[in-house]
T-cell receptor, first 108, second 114 residues
Framework: GEDVEQSLFLSVREGDSSVINCTYTDSSSTYLYWYKQEPGAGLQLLTY?????DMKQDQRLTVLLNKKDKHLSLRIADTQTGDSAIYFCAEAANKLIFGTGTRLQVFP | DAGVIQSPRHEVTEMGQEVTLRCKPI?????LFWYRQTMMRGLELLIY????????DSGMPEDRFSAKMPNASFSTLKIQPSEPRDSAVYFC????????????FGQGTRLTVV
């Protein structure tokens, strides 16, 4: 199947780290993406990782990829209230398939 | 470039009416995607085009849905006749090379069928 799965909700305190997890299905996916959606807006790319990498760091964001388990995670360090949004992982082989989205809520 | 442009931003229509959603992709992009987002089903890929040719329409829910891309700068998604369960936010996205580069999303069209 083409199900990309994520947990639906995550709640963290401001300043803590957030970890959002994703499992994908297509082992031929060459790129894996994390997108962010703020209320009333479209999706914006946060970061991506090539399938031949196992980690990528970009400022407060760290992406970990476990190809064997088809598991992708996004860690946001020092989470801020402005990080509250829905986060989608996506796999790309021939087409871009999105996960269910994880709603991140950051409380003070 | 102004990004992916969708119109209208909001559409309210009565059940049974025809609805046409429009999308202008980013100039130079050769892949275009139509997605539907609902609370229940999340973000679903409906159809995607590569070089104006429909590649995969397996996500189109029913024959009431149709999509066209007459040229590289314009695509439409049509629902005829519309039903209340079609109410959702419809997103168009484009990318330079399908699956290999970032997809840029429009702001979406919020469709309400009453």
């Amino acid at each position: 199947g083409e199900d990309v799965e994520q947990s639906l909700f995550l709640s963290v305190r401001e300043g803590d780290s957030s970890v959002i997890n994703c499992t994908y299905t297509d082992s031929s996916s060459t790129y894996l993406y994390w997108y962010k959606q703020e209320p009333g807006a479209g999706l914006q790319l946060l970061t991506y990782i090539f399938s031949n990498m196992d980690m990528k760091q970009d400022q407060r964001l760290t992406v970990l990829l476990n190809k064997k388990d088809k598991h992708l995670s996004l860690r946001i360090a020092d989470t801020q209230t402005g990080d509250s949004a829905i986060y989608f992982c996506a796999e790309a082989a021939n087409k871009l398939i999105f996960g269910t989205g994880t709603r991140l809520q950051v409380f003070p | 470039d102004a990004g992916v442009i969708q119109s209208p931003r909001h559409e309210v229509t009565e059940m049974g009416q025809e609805v046409t959603l429009r999308c202008k992709p980013i100039s130079g992009h050769n892949s275009l995607f139509w997605y539907r987002q609902t609370m229940m089903r999340g973000l679903e890929l409906l159809i995607y085009f590569n070089n104006n040719v429909p590649i995969d329409d397996s996500g189109m829910p029913e024959d009431r849905f149709s999509a066209k891309m007459p040229n590289a700068s314009f695509s439409t998604l049509k629902i005829q006749p519309s039903e209340p369960r079609d109410s959702a936010v419809y997103f168009c996205a484009s990318s330079f090379e399908q699956g290999r580069t970032e997809a840029f999303f429009g702001q979406g069209t919020r469709l309400t069928v009453v």
